[in-house]
């Protein structure tokens, strides 16, 4: 059983900054690309930021300069380093891991940006 747990979410101002983490647990074969989605109730989730186990990083337009995710293998933990956020960044963050014929998903983080 792979388990994915999230924390760092809350409540942030305008121009703010947080960190969420995601760390993995349990039998994972061949762990991959790690990532963080983004989902408002009645929308489709969408990538924010995705991570390889190589490094290569991908970020949405929306979030490149001011998001940064990283990763460390040994511990299958993932981070979004959150900077200057906005209004629009208000959403439900949900860390995803890809291993070879699985696709893991957290139970999500509320992230809200309100002055």
């Known amino acids: 059983q792979v388990q994915l747990v999230e924390s760092g979410g809350g409540l942030v101002q305008p121009g703010g900054s947080l960190r969420l983490s995601c760390a993995a647990s349990?039998?994972?074969?061949?762990?991959?690309?790690m990532g963080w989605y983004r989902q408002v109730p009645g929308k489709q989730r969408e990538l924010v930021a995705a991570i390889t186990t190589g490094g290569t990083t991908n970020y949405a337009d929306s979030v490149k300069g001011r998001f940064t995710i990283s990763r460390d293998n040994t511990k299958n933990t993932v981070y979004l380093q959150m900077n200057n956020l906005q209004l629009a960044d208000t959403d439900i963050y949900y860390c995803?891991?890809?291993?070879?014929?699985?696709?893991?998903w957290g139970q999500g983080t509320q992230v809200t940006v309100s002055s």
């Open positions: 995803n891991l890809i291993a070879i014929g699985h696709d893991y």
């Open positions: 349990g039998s994972i074969v061949n762990p991959n690309a």
